[in-house]
């Protein structure tokens, strides 16, 4: 089975058998798709290759930074420029990562050690001594900040003073990174001055966060992983520096989140009030806003040692196990109703969970969850931004992120599976035919179009190479004893020895955990290979299994070449597609047509081919639009919008809404308006980014206006390229937003936007798209049109026919069962419809082995009722 194009083919070849014979050979074909190298080892060969591949991979990418991008912040791979805050595009919040500090380098330091390029790694330290400052006007993330800068600074520093004792490299290093460090943290500490101690989400690193130059200081609420994921970095730098002040601080946040659980389920939310500790958002998961949090606590334990973290890890454990876990999903709950999910799809983020389950010894549900997420790697070429429990795209995008590579770094060296090496080896190789541009690696705006993005998030250096890397790596070939340290959320290497090395806080206060759980073996210590599966090396397959074809995709790694199938179909009057339906066989989109030449005598063979719409993976969305109606634009200029999951129903609305368009001041409207008198009775335009659609979209309410058009942050995102989607809301009820809410992409939006500058005052309707001014409805072709044919045996067996094909094409709107021999059937319904006589005539001019088309050949319906679901 291939498919070419949008088209998918399956062989089905009609002989005398019975339904059983039918699902034995289907069931064996399919075992014979399945068949992987998952059961084989990797020789040392094979992964010296595999891993001399990766070095060149991060050659192509570090060294693109380097020559098109430093000392910028990041590398612009598709521009070939680096990306310098304040002289590209605001994308919103995505820019507070980047703080004129080139976080890149400072990102990539410890993985040039790891990688064992050691002249490179001396060469980027003496680079970021001299180029990077850290007293720069401009607000970051404080979250963004401490993981990537501060944790790379320390990360490297750790790494310099390691190479220095060992007398051979860094000689002359003096703890500069150190220092760097102490100054990056001083500069960050501003942020947690609030009444609670949960720190603000962003800092000013020249002016902190009160003083009125800062320019920041006005939110109110934060993540639970931006407020949770410090004390590793934070204690880090306490203990290397002697200053407790840092690992405080940290403490008293975690203190906070685990003092504001909610007592019954054990669970916390994702977003926080950092003044009064209220939650904000009761949505409870281990993916985006939470994930890092719980990280942090059991690894804070290890880096550490104190039994707290490890309590407080272990019952928050046992929650998820018995609330947000379902084997192999992990769904959002409501903190305080966890029996019911909030939402029907999970983020790409909560892959780095399996990791953290074999940190706690729990590998069963780490394999399923794994696996889960392979087989949507599989289907999808990456991991979507989000998908569905039915595994299908929400959100499309792909930033290169380095979660999956992390679950499956962790579960190789726990099972020593080479399966996983498998694994690795397909994320390599997607990464290189998918990602791979001439300035580095893109990441990818819609995993469904492959459409690249221009941007190469510093993560992809810091992390993606570094476990890609040590997964075909043995331990006597590193530089470092791997295993002697414990990886950030950000894969920086900080050293369990500082437990013992370096003193603990002298006033570490922190609460006991008042109740105790259920312990198990390794609720206290590593898990052991031979105590969970006692002389069953291949446990692992053995849980894999069970999930092999979860997301209906059945090829396996290195699938071993497609056989045609020879099915029997019962002579009984049935339609085949009805036949087929009623054994529970389905058609799957696969990736190119297959053209079987194998020649059977006294059979029919039936060929199913279905045109596959590129939107089928979505819940269909209805598009709506944005269409300028004042002068000089008098409705020609029509923006295709996506709508929203609440406030009001513009499809219950006859005529749209119609308003002139103001731009929200901020243009994000994640806080109080300040331009609510020129936008009262108006529409507002804001920005996507920094906070959710139902937070903008109650600002904007109070301030008065009539209606919202969102615009996409990321640079261009068209109507075009990138599949329409639906606003949703933020977990919460969303009752009370009563205004319309659509949603442009950046070039749709850049067009309103250059209008309302160049114009003031534009008039514009937001009404669904089928509503728009002068657009005439589509009349939708319903039925089923049928064309069939069967050929006698004789023809067959003298060869006089070709072997007659059933053809089914499923289009959009219509379905037509189709005959290949054009000429013949014309001539039938020459008889029976008059206008049919010209099209088909032209139809049988074509080559005999071109089968009629949509396009080119019309049919009769010879049902007199039609059905649209054969």
């Not at 931006?226 to 940290?250: D, K, Q």
């Not at 791979?436 to 190469?456: L, N």
């Not at 819940?619 to 008098?634: C, G, K, M, T, Y």
């Amino acid at each position: 089975m291939k498919r070419k194009g949008n088209k998918l083919c399956w062989h089905l070849v009609h002989t005398s058998g019975t339904e059983m014979l039918l699902r034995t050979l289907l069931i064996t074909s399919l075992l014979g798709w399945a068949t992987c190298q998952e059961s084989q080892s990797m020789t040392p060969e094979e992964k010296t290759v595999i891993r001399d591949q990766i070095i060149e991979m991060f050659d192509h990418a570090y060294g693109s930074y380097m020559k098109y991008a430093y000392p910028a912040d990041e590398l612009m791979p598709l521009s070939c420029r680096g990306r310098v805050r304040g002289q590209e595009p605001n994308r919103g919040d995505i820019d507070d990562s980047l703080g004129k500090f080139s976080l890149t380098l400072i990102d990539t330091l410890d993985t040039l050690v790891v990688l064992n390029k050691l002249d490179e790694f001396e060469d980027a330290v003496k680079k970021a001594m001299t180029d990077v400052r850290l007293d720069n006007d401009v607000v970051v993330s404080v979250f963004e900040t401490n993981i990537r800068v501060l944790g790379g600074l320390l990360g490297a520093h750790v790494m310099a003073d390691l190479l220095r004792q060992r007398g051979e490299r860094m000689l002359w290093y003096r703890d500069e990174l150190l220092h760097m460090a102490k100054e990056l943290g001083h500069r960050l500490l501003p942020a947690f001055n609030t009444t609670s101690g949960l720190p603000y989400p962003k800092v000013n690193l020249r002016y902190g966060v009160l003083n009125p130059l800062s320019r920041t200081g006005t939110e109110s609420d934060t993540c639970t992983a931006c407020a949770g994921t410090m004390i590793l970095e934070f204690a880090a730098l306490s203990r290397l520096s002697g200053n407790s002040v840092f690992e405080e601080h940290a403490r008293k946040a975690l203190d906070v989140l685990w003092q504001r659980r909610q007592r019954g389920s054990d669970l916390v939310g994702t977003v926080i009030n950092i003044h009064n500790a209220e939650w904000v958002r009761r949505e409870s998961g281990v993916g985006a806003g939470i994930d890092s949090y719980y990280e942090y606590l059991m690894k804070a334990y290890i880096l550490l040692g104190d039994n707290v973290y490890l309590e407080r890890f272990n019952i928050h454990y046992s929650a998820i196990m018995k609330y947000i876990s379902q084997p192999p999903l992990l769904l959002n709950v409501h903190m305080h109703n966890p029996t019911v999910n909030v939402r029907s799809w999970m983020d790409s983020l909560l892959a780095f969970f399996p990791g953290l389950q074999v940190l706690r010894g729990d590998l069963k549900p780490a394999i399923e969850t794994h696996e889960m997420l392979y087989q949507v790697t599989k289907q999808h070429k990456f991991l979507p931004e989000a998908f569905t429990t039915e595994f299908r795209v929400h959100w499309g995008q792909h930033l290169l992120r380095p979660e999956f590579a992390e679950s499956t770094y962790y579960l190789y060296k726990a099972t020593g599976d080479p399966y996983y090496l498998r694994v690795g080896q397909s994320i390599v190789e997607k990464l290189n035919a998918y990602a791979r541009v001439p300035c580095g690696f893109a990441a990818v705006q819609d995993v469904r179009t492959g459409i690249h993005e221009d941007r190469m998030d510093s993560f992809f250096l810091a992390e993606m190479f570094k476990y890609l890397y040590l997964l075909f790596t043995d331990k006597s070939q590193l530089p470092i004893d791997i295993d002697d340290y414990i990886f950030t959320t950000e894969a920086h290497l900080l050293p369990v020895s500082l437990s013992i090395t370096q003193p603990p806080c002298q006033s570490n206060n922190t609460e006991p955990v008042p109740a105790s759980i259920e312990e198990d073996m390794f609720t206290h210590s590593c898990p052991s290979m031979e105590t969970l599966f006692p002389n069953n090396p291949s446990f692992a397959k053995t849980i894999r299994d069970n999930y092999k074809y979860l997301t209906g995709v059945g090829r396996a790694f290195h699938p071993s070449p497609v056989r045609e199938i020879e099915l029997p179909l019962h002579d009984n009057e049935m339609e085949p597609v009805e036949f087929l339906k009623s054994m529970g066989i389905s058609l799957t989109p696969l990736n190119e047509v297959f053209a079987g030449q194998t020649e059977h005598k006294a059979v029919y063979r039936v060929k199913l081919v279905a045109e596959v719409n590129h939107t089928m993976e979505e819940e269909e969305v209805l598009p709506h639009v944005v269409q300028l109606i004042s002068p000089p634009f008098l409705g020609r200029t029509v923006l295709t919008a996506g709508p929203a999951t609440f406030g009001m129903d513009l499809t219950k609305q006859e005529h749209g809404v119609k308003g002139s368009i103001v731009r929200a001041s901020p243009y994000t409207a994640c806080e109080p308006i300040d331009s609510a008198v020129a936008l009262k009775g108006h529409i507002a335009l804001a920005l996507r980014g920094d906070c959710m659609f139902a937070v903008k979209a109650r600002w904007l309410q109070e301030a008065g206006a009539i209606g919202v058009i969102f615009i996409d942050h990321r640079e261009g995102s068209n109507s075009v390229d990138t599949p329409l989607f639906q606003m949703v809301g933020d977990g919460d009820s969303t009752e009370d937003i009563t205004l319309p809410l659509v949603f442009l992409f950046s070039h749709e939006g850049a067009v309103l936007t250059e209008a309302l500058e160049e114009h003031h005052n534009v008039d514009v309707l937001l009404l669904p798209k089928e509503r728009q001014l002068g657009h005439d409805k589509a009349k939708k072709t319903l039925g089923m049109n049928i064309k069939l044919r069967l050929a006698d045996e004789e023809e067959l067996e003298d060869g006089s026919a070709r072997g007659p094909t059933l053809e089914f094409v499923l289009e959009k709107e219509e379905m037509f069962l189709q005959e290949e021999e054009e000429e013949e059937l014309c001539e039938q319904q020459q008889q029976q419809q008059q206008p049919a006589q010209q099209l088909c005539s032209k139809a049988a001019e074509k080559d005999r082995t071109d089968p009629c088309s949509a396009d080119s050949c019309q049919t009769t319906n010879f049902n007199s009722k039609p059905d649209a679901n054969p």
